[in-house]
């Protein structure tokens, strides 16, 4: 009995030993943590925004300096133009490269007289650079000799002060364009004879005023002060 005893007490210890040992493996394979299952995000709903093809992006309208500035040859910078003929008239559109080839590209160029539409392209003419070079020098000569025009300012010497400022913006204004300017200071018939202060401070008025503009006497004083007075004035750059 006691062997037996003993048996029983040494099975018993094996198989506590063995249960302790699978009972403790088995809570370490056992997570400690238990996350929580991760759930997918749904993207935020953007309500009330409009229909992206319903967008229209504004079609840029050319501007007044657009449309001042004069393109040429291959500046012009498009496949197709319409050339105006010597009628006065538009051509059918044509290629520019053909258009290019066909002239003398020493003598002549194609000059751009208007911008591109949405409906055409954009209109041009055929010019020869002499006759260019002609209007050039023609519109030079005519803006040399509309300056080189004699203005005139007649003025009493008893003026009032409104009137004499009015003539002398006028006489200003003349000078700064580049005119020349006869001054003609005088008496008036049945007006009374100005004092010698007045004819002075008349005079000098004139004379601050082409100061004033740079300019000065193309010649000296004709006339006597407080009687009549011819003064002749241009701007010095231009004398």
């Not at 840029?60 to 008239?89: C, M, W, Y």
């Not at 209007?135 to 300012?153: D, F, P, T």
């Not at 004379?207 to 009549?228: F, T, Y």
Request: proline residues 7%; positive net charge.
């Amino acid at each position: 009995m006691k062997h037996i005893r003993g048996l029983l007490s040494t099975t018993q210890a094996l198989r506590r030993t063995f249960t302790t040992d699978a009972t403790q493996f088995s809570l370490l394979r056992r997570p400690i943590f238990h996350p929580h299952p991760v759930h997918a995000l749904n993207p935020p709903v953007v309500r009330n925004l409009p229909q992206l093809r319903f967008l229209r992006i504004p079609r840029r309208q050319p501007t007044a300096q657009d449309e001042s500035q004069q393109f040429k040859d291959e500046q012009i910078g498009v496949p197709h133009i319409q050339l105006v003929n010597e009628e006065g008239h538009l051509d059918p559109p044509t290629r520019l490269r053909d258009v290019l080839n066909s002239i003398n590209r020493a003598e002549e160029f194609v000059l751009q007289v208007s911008p591109p539409l949405s409906d055409r392209p954009p209109v041009c003419k055929i010019m020869n650079k002499a006759a260019i070079r002609e209007y050039e020098r023609n519109k030079a000569k005519a803006a040399k000799a509309l300056k080189s025009q004699l203005k005139q300012i007649e003025l009493n010497w008893c003026i009032s002060n409104n009137d004499l400022s009015h003539r002398m913006k006028q006489l200003a204004s003349f000078l700064e364009k580049g005119r020349k300017v006869e001054v003609l200071l005088t008496l008036k018939k049945r007006k009374r004879a100005p004092t010698m202060e007045e004819a002075q401070n008349t005079y000098n008025r004139v004379m601050e005023v082409a100061d004033e503009a740079n300019a000065g006497l193309v010649k000296p004083m004709e006339g006597v002060l407080g009687k009549q007075v011819l003064i002749i004035l241009k701007r010095k750059d231009l004398m």
